[in-house]
């Protein structure tokens, strides 16, 4: 005798402004509102508004590059005529470098290649962490205890000392580095996400889930990762500056891409020609500002989504 089917489940009452829409009108109509419900409540960090405004115009400066600075600026075998170490005046608003090149040019051209590198490796990170923790917390049992000691691994070694190892023995290319960077980062946010699971799996609605007959993959997309996704991005604001330091830090100690122009390899320009001896300020002072500005700009964001994302500090 078969056993008794289990009752369907019933669905979700439809409100007068919902009646008459199908299931997919439904779901965008409900984004749409927490979308409007976020960004409502995003305008009230001031600090975060702040700091979105200036993100904004970095990465308005690196997309427009090339209409702002010509790039043939930026080649030394076109500079030759130009002055040297020439203070900023109204040919060359923030002076030029030992070769005659423009800062200016250096500074737009730069912020194409760090924004690349923090946006693109912290993404990989996030992607790491995010995978890793989410199996840890989920599955647990032996799954966890090895990615664990891997993570811990990770956390305790230096991560600068890691990064320039592996540059040095892979090929010093943009690639290389972004692909260093995640690599060397990831260890930070898959503790944080699977602290983060572990809390979620245990809540009623995913035991219901299971009970029902969903399996591990419909669980940790439908349940799991929406309720982490918070913490996530959250963490991938504050990752971002974290990757553009490191880029600077290897790019500072002349291990950074060969072909290219950084903000850090910029400074390890500056570095080089003594410009700190010889009191070029123009030099290294807007590269250092800027990595300095668009750091911050992203820790304020990424603070800023953390107080609208996180019940109880939007509580406090």
């Known amino acids: 005798m078969t056993a008794p089917a289990a009752p369907a489940t019933p669905a979700a009452p439809r409100t007068p402004a919902t009646r008459g829409m199908s299931a997919r009108s439904i779901r965008i109509a409900r984004r749409r509102r927490a979308l409007t419900q976020f ?7 001031r600090a975060g508004l702040i700091g979105l405004a200036i993100l904004a115009v970095a990465i308005l400066v690196a ?3 090339p209409v702002l600075a010509d790039y043939a600026g930026t080649i030394p075998s076109n500079t030759i005529d130009a002055p040297e170490r020439a203070a900023p005046s109204f040919d060359y608003l923030l002076g030029t470098d030992e070769k005659g090149r423009s800062i200016l040019s250096l500074l737009i051209w730069g912020a194409r290649t760090s924004l690349l ?10 992607v790491i962490g ?3 923790g989410i199996s840890a ?3 647990g049992g032996w799954i966890d205890s090895v990615l664990s000691r891997i993570e811990e691994a990770f956390l305790v070694i230096p991560t600068i000392p890691l990064a320039i190892v ?3 023995v892979l ?5 290389t580095i972004i692909l260093v960077i995640a690599i060397t980062s990831w260890a930070g946010s898959a503790r944080l996400i699977r602290a983060q699971t572990l809390t979620v799996k245990e809540r009623l609605y995913v ?5 029902l007959g969903a399996g591990r993959w419909h669980v940790i997309t439908r349940h799991v990762l929406p309720n982490v996704m918070p913490i996530i991005l959250a963490n991938l604001t504050l990752t971002v500056p974290s990757a553009i330091l490191s880029e600077a830090t290897l790019s500072f100690l002349g291990i950074g891409p060969f072909n290219g122009i950084s903000w850090g390899k910029t400074l390890e320009a500056a570095n080089s020609a003594s410009a700190v001896k010889l009191g070029n300020w123009w030099y290294f002072l807007p590269a250092g500002l800027a990595i300095t500005t668009v750091v911050l700009a992203f820790t304020m964001v990424g603070n800023a989504l953390e107080h609208v994302l996180n019940p109880k500090l939007r509580d406090r």
Not at 117 to 126: C, P, Y
């Open 207 to 211: 035991e219901r889930a299971r009970a």
């Open 171 to 175: 090929d010093r290319d943009l690639r």
């Open 166 to 168: 592996l540059v040095t």
């Open 39 to 45: 960004w409502s409540e995003y305008r009230l960090q």
């Open 130 to 132: 995010s995978a890793l």
């Open 137 to 139: 917390g989920y599955f």
């Open 117 to 126: 590198v923090g946006l693109v490796a912290a993404f990989l990170s996030i």
């Open 63 to 65: 997309i427009l590059a």
